[in-house]
């Protein structure tokens, strides 16, 4: 087991500093990096810089990471939220308001008890055609449907 | 502290005006910081990657990135600092894509070793030391693959200590850990090149 003094092996590590490349390797390196520059601007596309630039910027705020993390999360998370509700659609807003108006008075009326009824509602509402349900009032007034009759029965 | 690495300490004023140049949209001044730091860099990437050609490489794309960036430097480290801590992080990155298959592709060692103190006493006192028994080609090689057997994470910490000089506190803020972490680092790292270079005695 070797032991803890480590003096022979630091000393050999520091020779390593004496590895070089050839002198004029760094007399090149500065004309290399300007052609690299130049050949990165033709090939990159502008989307990537502007990322890394943003990375770069975060990189150097003093705020931990974890809280703009956070931050990012929250914000992205309230534009979820507002842009679902701003999305989701509305059938009664997709149909002009008195029809809106007039379905919403017919479920309450399919609601009703039917004993409470008048006699010729009961024989209306118990055709079970899918004409009937789609059917809109003939006449609404004040926004309440007045017939659902079509006009040849007047 | 190396006289090299306190001598890129002592000028932070003399790096933050060529970084409010190069800020301003003169690309001269980033020239000069290119050109300054690029030896030290070229020590921090060759010694963790053991490879002159991928040096090269990464360090273009250390520069490159760092101008990049220079516009979110703010100044709340040293560019020294700031630059290093870029280096480090990329050639973390791109030894992890490497993986273990890599092969050595070492620079001369430089002719001045002749004459250096520490090499003359290393090779003329100790009875049973690896430099004695070994060419300095085959030494170079052991050496450098006895680091490689370190974890990057440990090879950065003994490349920035023991081959360049740094002090605790300094690599502390490049790596962004704590100064007992690095010296904890340190001390593994020691014991593990210590007993692969026992390997190679005893060969």
């Not at chain 2, 002749?114 to 003359?120: H, L």
Request: net charge neutral; charged share 25%.
């Amino acid at each position: 087991m070797p032991d803890d003094n480590f003096d022979e092996l630091q000393t050999l590590l520091r020779l390593k500093r004496y590895e070089q490349p050839p002198p004029e390797y760094f007399q090149s390196f500065l004309h290399e990096f300007h052609r690299r520059q130049r050949a990165e601007l033709l090939r990159q596309p502008l989307w990537r810089i502007a990322w890394e630039r943003t990375v770069a910027f975060f990189a150097e705020q003093t705020a931990s990471r974890y809280a703009y993390s956070a931050a990012v999360a929250a914000v992205l998370l309230c534009a979820g939220i507002t842009s679902m509700n701003f999305l989701k659609p509305n059938d009664r807003d997709l149909q002009p308001p008195s029809i809106a108006a007039a379905q919403s008075a017919r479920l309450d009326l399919d609601n009703r008890p039917r004993a409470h009824l008048p006699d010729y509602f009961k024989e209306f509402s118990s055709r079970k055609t899918a004409s009937v349900a789609s059917l809109h009032p003939r006449y609404v007034m004040d926004t309440r449907p007045v017939s659902y009759e079509p006009s040849s029965s007047f | 502290m190396t006289t090299e690495a306190a001598a890129s300490n002592a000028v932070p004023n003399e790096d933050n005006a060529l970084i409010a140049r190069t800020q301003a949209g003169d690309p001269s001044a980033f020239d000069v910081l290119v050109t300054k730091y690029s030896p030290r860099l070229y020590g921090l990437v060759y010694n963790m990657t053991s490879n002159h050609e991928d040096t090269n490489d990464l360090l273009q794309d250390i520069f490159a990135k760092a101008y990049r960036a220079i516009n979110g430097f703010r100044g709340k480290s040293s560019f020294y600092t700031w630059i290093h801590s870029i280096g480090v992080n990329m050639t973390i990155n791109f030894l992890k894509k490497r993986g273990r298959r890599y092969t050595l592709s070492l620079d001369d060692v430089d002719a001045n070793i002749q004459n250096d103190k520490e090499f003359i006493e290393l090779t003329s006192n100790s009875t049973s030391n690896p430099v004695r028994e070994a060419d300095l080609g085959e030494l170079q090689q052991r050496l450098n693959e006895a680091m490689m057997r370190l974890s990057n994470e440990h090879r950065a910490v003994v490349t920035m200590f023991d081959i360049q000089g740094m002090p605790h506190a300094e690599i502390s803020k490049i790596l962004g850990v704590s100064e007992g972490t690095v010296r904890s680092r340190l001390f593994y790292a020691h014991r593990q090149l210590q007993n692969f270079l026992e390997e190679f005695r005893k060969k």
